[in-house]
């Protein structure tokens, strides 16, 4: 029972890459319905839903863009139909020197901490596929860039933040009626980890 770590990637294989030039390979977009900040959001027809966030918002840790679009989403019912659809556009300005990533800004940063404390399960609505879910880990992970590697978490934390979101995941799932554990491994060897079943026996609500 546990982990089973594979931290490192399998030869040849990169984590997923992250959006605004946190990249392990070129990041594609997709295609995304334009939210403006603080609007409101449009419906989901099996496209992903951007948040744009500003420099302002993030320095006043304002959360009303991403408060908007969930908080509605919850009101009707509607979080399972947005599995996976949430994007984030951050535009916060830097030097044109300045070599840092943008999970390297500790305001940006401390925003992502406080979005986490507010929405501890919003790892069910990133949009994985486009790296959001790596993007997100690295706002609440130490880590470091490699130019050939790319991202590398420091194991430990990055353990530590799995099994947490791992654990709130598995309850909230569970409260909202949700199938949890295909979801879980899926998020886990996102991350570059393997489950044992026997864990889950061990986590998941009982009948």
């Keep these: 029972m546990g982990l ?11 984590y997923p890459s992250t959006p605004q030039g946190e990249n392990i390979k070129p990041s594609t977009e997709g295609d995304a319905l334009s939210v403006a900040e603080g609007t409101g959001f449009l419906p989901n027809f099996l496209m992903s839903i951007m948040i744009a966030i500003n420099a302002e918002q993030i320095d006043n840790l304002d959360l009303s863009p991403v408060q ?6 919850l009101a009707a019912g509607a979080i399972a139909q947005n599995e996976q659809q949430l994007q984030f556009e951050i535009e916060y300005p830097r030097e044109d020197l300045d070599p840092r990533e943008i999970s390297e800004i500790p305001e940006v940063r401390l925003w992502f ?4 404390a507010y929405y501890p399960w919003l790892p069910f609505l990133l949009d994985w596929k486009v790296g ?5 880990a690295a706002m ?3 880590h470091q860039f490699h130019r050939t590697e790319g991202i590398q978490y420091n194991p430990e934390a990055l353990e530590m933040f799995l099994m ?3 654990f709130v995941l598995t309850d909230w799932l569970h409260q909202q009626g949700i199938p949890s554990k295909s979801k879980l491994m899926s998020m886990s060897q996102m991350l570059g980890y393997d489950l044992d079943d026997a864990f889950f026996d061990v986590i998941l609500p009982k009948k």
Excluded: C, F, M, N
Aim: overall charge negative; proline content about 9%; glycine content about 4%.
């Design 4 to 14: 089973e770590t594979t931290i490192s990637p399998p030869e040849g294989q990169q």
């Design 68 to 73: 908007t679009v969930i908080d509605q989403w």
């Design 113 to 116: 901490i406080r979005l986490d």
């Design 132 to 136: 959001e879910l790596a993007r997100y």
């Design 140 to 142: 609440l992970v130490p």
């Design 164 to 166: 947490h979101k791992i």
